[in-house]
């Protein structure tokens, strides 16, 4: 078993949203049947992104700029991770977030991603040792409601990875004494959540300032098979389900029902960014989302659009705002 962590870098001015997270460091250590580390993997990466390192990254890392000048290509550095992890390597991590990041780095440095997704130990330990499944407590936290204390010197990717190891047996202890009932639940948490970090992901850039045109736009509305990336045939249209967050589902000739799920921010240019998620419906997803677009269909089309509408206050809003900055700014009469 390989319990991994990362160290990553962003840009809050101008971030590139093929890769809004620069990973600059892999740590992991191996254990043994009884969760003994016997080996341990740290290296940095020279970011290509963003070459100024985040002033909290570096101070909670104590990682220099000068150390990350030095530090490996993320080609380089992780072909030698994958080649240390072996074939058939069962990952571990603390926390959802690290592989969809591995994912899309290794997808803007054209590497092939060898792994699947790995189990969640966060997950895990929110069911078993806290009794209470929707708790994402850090991993420092949790090492401290378990009163243990790992002598590590400082956040780094390879320590959290150690921290996370030491957590993996009173976790497996608690486990062994969890009812069938939650053991249940927690099974299902665990496979929902694979299904989701395996899941396609797409950032783009739109040429749009109004929802409702990027809507319009065939193209950019498509929903890639997150199995094979084919474009795939929707069995709803996009609707909006709250908060401008909007569903579909789709299907592919090969693979069967995709679920996606998309929501747009604006860039600093005024222009909208879409952001969209996919992965495999089963039965009972794609009827939920067959039923909520049936509901969404039966809403009056005046309260439907409603929210589409925000596009329009936040643009009033905009020039209330510069007709005050004018205003102020005007010499006194
Ligand atoms: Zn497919």
């Not at 639940?185 to 739109?206: D, F, G, N, Y």
């Amino acid at each position: 078993m390989i319990v991994f962590d990362l160290e990553w870098n962003q840009s809050a001015y101008a971030p590139n949203h093929r890769m809004p997270h620069e990973i600059i460091e892999i740590g992991a250590c191996r254990v043994d049947r009884e969760y003994r580390v016997v080996d341990t993997f740290s290296a940095l990466i020279r970011p290509r992104l963003y070459k100024k390192l985040d002033k909290h990254i570096r101070s909670v890392t104590g990682i220099t700029p000068e150390e990350l000048n030095a530090g490996g290509t993320f080609q380089d550095v992780f072909a030698d991770f994958v080649t240390w992890c072996g074939d058939d390597a069962q990952l571990v991590t603390w926390g959802r977030d690290d592989y969809p990041v591995l994912k899309r780095n290794a997808a803007f440095f054209m590497t092939p991603m060898p792994f699947d997704p790995p189990l969640d130990a966060q997950l895990v330990f929110g069911h078993a040792c806290l009794g209470d499944p929707h708790q994402q407590m850090n991993l420092h936290a949790a090492l401290e409601r378990m009163e243990l204390t790992p002598d590590v010197p400082a956040h780094r990717a390879v320590y959290d990875a150690q921290c996370t190891a030491a957590l993996l047996a009173p976790i497996e202890k608690a486990l062994a004494e969890l009812e069938e009932e939650k053991r249940a639940l927690l099974l299902a948490a665990v496979r929902r959540e694979r299904k989701i970090a395996a899941s396609m992901l797409r950032s783009q850039p739109t040429g749009y300032a109004y929802q409702t045109d990027a809507l319009a736009d065939e193209r950019l509305m498509n929903i890639p098979c997150p199995a094979c990336g084919r474009r795939t045939a929707f069995d709803t249209t996009w609707f909006d389900s709250g908060r401008e967050k909007f569903i579909a589902l789709s299907v592919c000739a090969q693979h069967g029902m995709c679920y996606g799920q998309m929501h747009f921010k604006r860039a600093q240019s005024g222009l909208l960014i879409m952001h969209q998620r996919a992965y495999a419906a089963d039965e009972s997803e794609a009827a939920d989302v067959r039923e909520k677009h049936r509901l969404y269909l039966l809403t009056p089309l005046k309260k439907r659009h409603h929210r589409l509408n925000m596009d329009d206050a936040l643009r009033m809003k905009a020039e209330m705002k510069s007709a005050k900055a004018a205003k102020d700014g005007a010499p006194d009469a």
